[in-house]
């Protein structure tokens, strides 16, 4: 099950059953099923706060992914800034919405064993990235 709730700010208008489609077919690209994934958007104010309180780290970003996977399903709870969402669209010339849905399935990717720290491994990270926007473009029709 895949659930989507806000934290102090407005709700991002979603398709969730297209999102639910598009992240249950990158999940089964990677050998995994969807088990439960929460989604919770919030602003940058909050995503600083959840970092320097479960991570000791004191900076924004745009997604933290908290991983509870159990073997060959994927779980986790994401937090999502929308705040630097809409900061990172505007710097990198990409479409919010096209940003947004990077952010959500870069977090799942991280749910499917993809990293983004070590050497290489950002550039292994934009790859899927695109391949799994490529994948909802087409799942829109």
Same mark, same amino acid.
């Given at each position: 099950?895949?659930?989507?709730?806000?934290? $102090? =700010?407005?709700?991002?208008?979603?398709?969730?059953?297209?999102?639910?489609?598009?992240?249950?077919?990158?999940?089964? @690209?990677?050998?995994?099923?969807?088990? *439960?994934? $929460?989604?919770?958007?919030?602003?940058?104010?909050?995503?600083?706060?959840?970092?320097?309180?479960?991570?000791?780290?004191?900076?924004?970003?745009?997604?933290?992914?908290? +991983?509870?996977? *159990?073997?060959?399903?994927?779980?986790?709870?994401?937090?999502? @800034?929308?705040?630097?969402?809409?900061?990172?669209?505007?710097?990198?010339?990409?479409?919010? +919405?096209?940003?947004?849905?990077?952010? =959500?399935?870069?977090?799942?990717?991280?749910?499917?064993?993809?990293?983004?720290? $070590?050497?290489?491994?950002?550039?292994?990270?934009?790859?899927?990235?695109?391949?799994?926007?490529?994948?909802?473009?087409?799942?829109? $029709?």
């Amino acid at each position: 099950m895949i659930t989507y709730n806000a934290d $102090g =700010i407005a709700m991002p208008k979603l398709k969730r059953r297209l999102l639910n489609r598009w992240i249950k077919a990158v999940a089964e @690209s990677y050998g995994r099923k969807v088990g *439960e994934i $929460g989604y919770m958007f919030v602003d940058d104010a909050k995503i600083l706060a959840v970092n320097n309180n479960y991570l000791g780290h004191d900076y924004y970003t745009d997604i933290i992914t908290f +991983d509870y996977d *159990e073997g060959d399903t994927i779980n986790g709870d994401l937090v999502i @800034s929308l705040d630097t969402v809409r900061t990172n669209a505007t710097q990198f010339g990409k479409d919010y +919405d096209e940003e947004l849905h990077r952010v =959500i399935i870069h977090g799942v990717l991280h749910l499917c064993g993809i990293n983004d720290k $070590g050497p290489g491994e950002r550039e292994i990270m934009e790859a899927n990235e695109n391949k799994a926007l490529a994948l909802l473009k087409a799942l829109e $029709g």
